[in-house]
Structures are given as C-alpha cells and as structure tokens.
C-alpha cells in the first residue's frame, strides 16, 4: 500500500528551511508514515514537501546522527529498523519512571491538573471515535506529560527527554495495534482514579501496567510486521 505524500513546507515559517525539512521527516518517521526500512528518495521527497533535494539531504544526514535514518553503502538513506532489544530496553526505562512519576502526582497533584487530566480522557475518547490516529497520540503524549509535571520532579521529564523520538515513535506505532486505543484510554481512567483517590501504589501499578500493555502491542507490530526490521 502506497504512503501518504508529506505534506509541502509552508515557507511562510520563521524557522530556516532546512530545520522545517527536518522536523518534517522526523515526524514523519515517528508517527509512521516513513516506516522503518523504507527508503529515503531525495528526488521524490524534495517533490512532496516543494524543496530543493539540498534541504533534505541535510535533513537525512542529521536524521542520520539521531538514528532514526541508517546510510547502506551504494544502496542509499533507509529508516532504521527498529530491534527487539530497542524496544524493550526503552519500555523497561520508561516502566519504571512512568510508575514513579504516577505515585508521585497522587501525592502532588494540584486540583486543577485533576480537572485537566480529565480533560485529556474526554478529548482523548472523541479523537478516538473520529479515527484520528495523530490527534489520538498527541493527546497521550499531553497526558503523560502532564503526569510527569504533576509528580513535581523536575529531573524525570528531562530524563524522559532523552527517549522522547523513540518514545514517540513506539507510541504511534503501539496505538495503531487493532483495538489498543480504547484499552488505552481505560487504563488512563484508572490511573486517573488512582491518583485522584491519593493512591500512590495504586498509581504506580497500573501506569507500570499501562506501559508493559503498550510494549505488548509493540512487540506484536514488530512480528507481524516485517518492515518494521525488528530481530
């Protein structure tokens, strides 16, 4: 099945042309629409995105260096495979500092917070019902991290930074897996419970179980799909 074509760059941006490339792809990748171990064409995404092949071989070489693009000799730019080992090893970091970050805002949670994180849960169940994928991840990713600021320790979202791409990536791609959405927004309820009874072990429990339930997916989409180029 052929992708959807990227969307052309607004050249009406602030930003310098080569970093709008850049996010371009990057987001591109980790929502899915470039799967690992697809091929990279200059020629072909310079045309989607209405840019000289100059801002994308810029933005592939520094792709490169995240990771998220491996070069092949004489073969050209892929999107990296994603291993069992990478998925797992993030998921296993994450686990932990999700379950931590958890028992820490049913402790700290300010009221208003509360009242956003249910927010989240309603927003959340009306992209779902729309069947829009990227609203559905966008919204996940706003409640984590609105759990990480509510648990009042600043050095957890800086380490959680430092896996935000393949976080991200994962996150699409486990959303994605038939049916994951909805078990994923009740789970989000019952971590809400949890945190808003000031059940802190409680809490812990079930954000660890919320993310063992999201690599579960995970490693399923890698076996079932082959492009993926898990091992």
Do not use: C, W
């Not at 792809?25 to 000289?52: D, F, N, W, Y």
């Not at 500092?97 to 989240?120: F, P, W």
Request: hydrophobic share 40%; proline share 3%.
């Amino acid at each position: 099945m052929e992708r959807k074509p990227l969307v052309p760059i607004r050249l009406d941006n602030y930003k310098p042309l080569r970093e709008l490339v850049f996010e371009s792809l990057r987001e591109a990748i980790i929502t899915g629409q470039l799967k690992p171990g697809e091929r990279l064409m200059e020629i072909q995404l310079a045309e989607e995105m209405g840019v000289s092949r100059t801002p994308v071989r810029e933005a592939i070489r520094k792709l490169e260096l995240e990771g998220t693009v491996v070069m092949i000799p004489r073969k050209g730019a892929y999107v990296a495979g994603l291993s069992m080992k990478d998925v797992a090893d993030v998921f296993e970091i994450r686990g932990a500092l999700e379950g931590l970050a958890a028992e820490l805002a049913s402790e700290r949670i300010t009221d208003d917070e509360m009242e956003e994180l249910e927010r989240y849960l309603v927003m959340t169940a009306e992209e779902i019902d729309s069947g829009n994928l990227e609203q559905v991840v966008q919204a996940d990713t706003d409640f984590h991290s609105l759990l990480y600021k509510a648990s009042r320790n600043s050095r957890l979202p800086q380490i959680l930074n430092n896996l935000r791409e393949q976080i991200q990536r994962f996150r699409a791609t486990s959303l994605s897996y038939p049916g994951r959405m909805k078990y994923a927004l009740e789970e989000h309820r019952k971590i809400v419970e949890a945190i808003g009874a000031r059940d802190g072990e409680l809490a812990r429990k079930l954000a660890q179980e919320h993310i063992e339930n999201a690599e579960n997916s995970m490693m399923i989409m890698l076996h079932e799909d082959k492009r993926f180029g898990g091992n």
